[in-house]
């Protein structure tokens, strides 16, 4: 291939990329969106779960696909599956919770301090080193969990917890993730991940289990389509192009669900979400480049 071919290859990469980071931004607000509004009818465990049931659904075919060729040798490594599930449900839960209860915006805002737990939890769980510059811009990141936040000057409610919680078990989801690639297929951790988590979300329900109200189902089949159609939109993202690349189009959903926000619930975020999560943004950008660079 000639070189003006090679440019043309990238550039086409890039584009696709880009345009499924853009997707994968709608699809995450949106599914705030909903989560909002089903939180008057559901709580958090019964989002989580309905939400799990109808992701199963959508994976079904990849299930019985992999079932046969990959499940003996998935079932090996079972233990991380089932590690990977517990923290995918926890996270979820908190997102939601958060989502529930304080302004959508802020929460993304919040969560995209995620690259930057990556680096402590790398560091901690996976013997990884990070660089001097990278432990600055964690250090300059969570500065804008501050100026978000405004401790001292605001009260630091319970969400905003749940938001920055969720950020660090997803970013422990990540490690397992980052494990079980090194010998599953992206496809077969998706669909093992998600059967796991339905039956761990499962469990608290049969204490207390009743069925959603009629009008909310909608709603959730909607969740479910939108937050799978996200995540692999997501995976697309960055499995097609270099995630320098198309990671600042994730900052997208800061006005995506700002407008969401404004729309369905009337809300909109402070000047400060928009400053802080600009220097959050920002800290986690450079980390992303930087672990690229050392790749």
């Known amino acids: 291939m000639t070189v003006g071919g090679e440019l ?13 980071m853009i997707v994968a931004a709608i699809g995450y607000s949106l599914n705030a969106g909903i989560v909002k509004q089903l939180s008057s009818d559901l709580n958090t465990m019964e989002m989580v779960f309905w ?3 109808i992701a199963t659904i959508i994976l ?8 046969g060729s990959t499940g003996k040798k998935s079932l090996k490594h079972w233990h991380l599956f089932l590690f990977r599930g517990v923290f995918t449900y926890l996270a979820m839960g908190a997102t939601y919770y958060a989502l529930a209860n304080m302004p959508i915006a802020d929460v993304y805002a919040l969560q995209f301090t995620l690259p930057l737990f990556m680096i402590i939890v790398a560091v901690l769980f996976l013997g990884e080193k990070a660089s001097f510059g990278s432990w600055v811009a964690c250090l300059v990141g969570f500065g804008g969990t501050l100026i978000i936040l405004r401790p001292g000057f605001e009260e630091i409610s319970i969400a905003a917890i749940a938001a920055l919680a969720s950020a660090v078990l997803y970013s422990t989801t990540n490690v397992f993730i980052k494990i079980l690639s090194r010998t599953e297929s992206t496809t077969t951790i998706t669909v093992f991940g998600n059967l796991v988590m339905l039956v761990i979300a499962l469990i608290p329900l049969l204490f207390d289990w009743r069925w959603p109200p009629v009008e909310t189902v909608g709603w959730i089949i909607a969740l479910g389509v939108f937050t799978t159609g996200g995540q692999w939109a997501l995976a697309r993202s960055i499995a097609t192009a270099d995630a320098r690349i198309v990671w600042p189009f994730d900052f997208l959903r800061l ?4 407008a969401i926000g404004f729309v369905m619930f009337a809300q909109l975020p402070g000047i ?12 986690a950008y450079y980390v992303i480049r930087m672990e690229a660079a050392a790749k």
């Open 8 to 20: 043309a290859s990238d550039k086409n990469a890039a584009i696709r990329g880009i345009a499924w």
């Open 51 to 53: 939400r799990s049931v």
């Open 60 to 67: 079904l075919p990849f299930l019985c696909k992999h079932i």
């Open 255 to 258: 006005p995506f669900t700002a």
């Open 272 to 283: 400060w979400t928009w400053v802080g999560s600009v220097v959050i943004f920002g800290a």
